[in-house]
């Protein structure tokens, strides 16, 4: 397991120490998986940033700082793509939804064919025969992290060659990856799938595994399913259409208030909370919530690692850390400090956002209104989110303009 300890100042020793390589080295080497503890060419900044433990705001200035608009480019673009998929998640919320079901469905029907399993428990325990497949899984399991090019052909694999359900692939990287992200990994998937772009597919080739791999791996083009379609008659219904953005419930000065940190934002400490009455603060771990089936331990160890962190910055008092499970504690804190609103950075889709809204009808039981603050980041982005991603791209310079990182 490489070392990724889940805190602010390990996360932005790891921008400083890539900030040098964020330019033209970036653009030239950003394809190459060079296999576990050697991705000497990409960030590793996914833990980091799926937390807001370093932020994509920050990244984004280091990389122009350092190299200019041009070299930087691909960089910038990069981290832009998490942007336009928490964007675009939460302007279709029914997308997660669909997901959430469709995979309690898919693991149900993995009850009744034991066949199935077995092939699932093949692929996921690197037993497929496919010699990259099985190390990419291995490395997963072992790691928590994969490079993005070795993600793209692990998930056309496993979904056109091993002819697996999608979502129990895609359960199978959020359970093990640091960086797991429902959005980011949901619409990854669908995209490999042909079901994000509808009718565009990703198919892995053998030359191009044997190439970006710098030939680690060689493997034999006949392995691998000739693809011609996407898995869009799955969904004969398409894409729901664009919703608006949800308005957070913004917190109200002067009353009294909690301060609640989830993994979804690890900065406490950028928000101006001064004119707010603050009585203490309470971490949630949620992790679990990402799968009906185990995550890994890695997984809730960096997550429980990060609150303790996040917790220490916010400067409040001792921290409360308390699990998603048991809302009965959270009203109970909430009332024992006097509480009348629980302020927390903004919850997107996902499980924890399934989570929020059971959380904000138990508080309003007692009175207690859950509050969230944004950022100047994704309000910046998400409105653009709705179709393409080259519908995004095409507005950044306006983007970066409005963000002040030009
Ligand atoms: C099937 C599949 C599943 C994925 N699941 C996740 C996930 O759960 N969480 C996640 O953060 N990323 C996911 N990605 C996107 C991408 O693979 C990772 O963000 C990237 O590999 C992280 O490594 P890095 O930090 O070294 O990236 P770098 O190349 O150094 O990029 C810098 C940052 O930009 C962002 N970024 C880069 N590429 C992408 C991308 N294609 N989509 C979204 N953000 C990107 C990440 O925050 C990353 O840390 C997935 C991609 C695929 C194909």
Not at 69 to 93: D, I, N, S, T
């Amino acid at each position: 397991m490489p070392c990724f300890a889940a805190t602010r100042a390990a996360g932005e020793e790891r921008l400083a120490r890539f900030t040098p390589r964020m330019g033209a080295a970036y653009a030239q080497g950003r394809n190459f998986d060079h296999g576990a503890g050697r991705h000497r060419d990409v960030s590793q900044l996914s833990p980091y940033l799926r937390r807001r433990l370093v932020l994509e705001r920050d990244a984004v200035a280091r990389a122009l700082d350092a190299h200019g608009a041009k070299a930087a480019e691909k960089f910038v673009q990069e981290v832009l793509w998490r942007g336009y998929f928490k964007g675009w998640m939460e302007h279709r919320p029914a997308i997660w939804m669909r997901y959430r079901d469709g995979l309690a469905h898919d693991l149900a029907t993995l009850e009744e064919s034991p066949q199935l399993a077995a092939r699932v428990n093949d692929a996921e325990a690197g037993r497929s025969g496919i010699a990259c497949f099985d190390a990419w899984a291995t490395e997963l399991r072992e790691t928590g992290y994969l490079h993005n090019h070795a993600r793209m052909w692990f998930a056309s694999i496993w979904i056109f060659t091993l002819r697996l359900p999608w979502r129990i692939g895609a359960d199978f990287f959020y359970r093990n990856l640091l960086d797991g992200d429902p959005a980011s990994n949901t619409l990854s998937w669908r995209w490999v799938a042909g079901l994000h772009t509808r009718g565009k597919f990703y198919a892995a080739e053998a030359a191009n595994i044997a190439r970006y791999t710098g030939g680690r791996f060689a493997p034999d083009p006949a392995q691998f399913a000739a693809v011609s379609a996407g898995l869009e008659v799955q969904e004969p219904e398409g894409l729901p259409p664009v919703a608006p953005l949800r308005a957070p419930r913004a917190p109200q000065p002067g009353l009294p208030t909690a301060l609640l940190i989830t993994e979804e934002d690890c900065r406490v400490e950028d928000f101006d909370l001064g004119a707010l009455d603050l009585r203490g603060v309470a971490t949630v771990s949620a992790s679990h919530l990402r799968s009906p089936r185990a995550v890994a331990e890695h997984v809730a160890r960096f997550e429980r690692d990060a609150l303790a962190d996040a917790t220490v910055r916010s400067g409040i008092s001792e921290g409360r850390p308390m699990g998603a499970d048991d809302l009965a504690v959270l009203v109970e804190w909430a009332l024992s400090l006097g509480a009348k609103q629980i302020v927390t950075p903004f919850i997107p889709v996902g499980p924890l956002g399934d989570w929020r809204e059971r959380a904000d009808a138990a508080l309003g039981q007692h009175g207690i209104a859950l509050c969230e603050v944004n950022r100047d980041w994704d309000r910046a982005i998400w409105p653009h989110a709705t179709a393409g991603f080259f519908k995004i791209k095409k507005k950044l310079p306006r983007i970066l303009e409005e963000l002040d990182l030009t």
